[in-house]
């Protein structure tokens, strides 16, 4: 929809998702205007690996908790069924109180490192020296955003911008023991002294 505009709502953080699910129910319920609304919510999430007691384990987190992403043409009305949410705060707005639209190339960054279920999956790389190649996974000619490899702990620190600020974040990699022979001639994407977490 060439109309339409991303928006930021804040939520009770752990209720995203159920909000997301109330958006659509209140939608089809309430038609105050009359006509079609174009909208779509986005809850951008990331798989991460954790260890706990000694275990290590994929799961999957939120990558801005207590925020909901939401696409329409119409942000007036999204802001009076957003109301009607009981978990649902606000949209994110300006000094003059207008709602604060996501920039194109802000929202854009964060859709091309996302996968079709709107996850931030894990990148494949491989550390030599200081020299780190990225193989495979949605960092793949994205290391530009990339500010510090944390080997021991399978994660990259990325830094994306969203609402004019820069957010540090942290995805997961997996990095091979050896390098796959139809890898090697593959550019160095990324150099930098890895730092580990101690």
Same mark, same amino acid.
């Given at each position: 929809?060439?109309?339409?505009?991303?928006?930021?709502?804040? +939520?009770?953080?752990?209720?995203?998702?159920?909000?997301? *699910?109330?958006?659509?129910?209140?939608?089809? &319920?309430?038609?105050?205007?009359?006509?079609?609304?174009?909208?779509?919510? %986005? +809850? !951008? *999430?990331?798989?991460?690996?954790?260890?706990?007691?000694?275990?290590?384990?994929?799961?999957?987190?939120? @990558?801005? !908790?207590?925020?909901? %992403?939401?696409?329409?043409?119409? /942000?007036?009305?999204?802001?009076?069924?957003?109301?009607?949410?009981?978990?649902?705060?606000?949209?994110?707005?300006?000094?003059?109180?207008?709602?604060? /639209?996501? =920039?194109?190339?802000?929202? %854009?960054?964060?859709?091309?490192?996302?996968?079709?279920?709107?996850?931030?999956? #894990?990148?494949?790389?491989?550390?030599?020296?200081?020299? #780190?190649?990225?193989?495979?996974?949605? @960092?793949?000619?994205?290391?530009? $955003? +990339?500010?510090? $490899?944390?080997?021991?702990? =399978?994660?990259? *620190? &990325?830094?994306?911008?969203?609402?004019?600020?820069?957010?540090?974040?942290?995805?997961?990699?997996? #990095?091979?023991?050896? %390098? !796959?022979?139809?890898? &090697?001639?593959? /550019?160095?994407?990324?150099?930098?002294?890895?730092?580990?977490? *101690?």
């Amino acid at each position: 929809m060439n109309n339409s505009n991303w928006y930021a709502l804040f +939520v009770q953080t752990g209720y995203e998702d159920e909000i997301c *699910k109330m958006i659509d129910c209140l939608t089809q &319920i309430f038609n105050f205007s009359n006509k079609t609304i174009y909208y779509e919510t %986005l +809850v !951008p *999430k990331r798989k991460l690996y954790e260890t706990k007691h000694g275990i290590t384990n994929q799961v999957i987190r939120k @990558l801005f !908790p207590g925020y909901i %992403l939401i696409k329409t043409d119409d /942000i007036e009305y999204m802001y009076i069924i957003s109301k009607k949410c009981f978990h649902s705060y606000r949209f994110i707005r300006r000094a003059n109180y207008s709602f604060s /639209i996501i =920039k194109q190339d802000e929202i %854009l960054q964060i859709l091309k490192l996302m996968d079709g279920n709107g996850v931030i999956d #894990v990148s494949n790389v491989f550390i030599e020296n200081d020299k #780190v190649r990225i193989l495979s996974g949605p @960092l793949f000619n994205y290391t530009g $955003i +990339v500010k510090k $490899i944390n080997k021991s702990k =399978k994660r990259a *620190k &990325i830094e994306i911008q969203i609402m004019g600020k820069n957010l540090p974040i942290d995805v997961s990699i997996y #990095v091979l023991d050896k %390098l !796959p022979n139809d890898d &090697i001639n593959k /550019i160095i994407l990324f150099k930098k002294t890895i730092e580990e977490y *101690k």
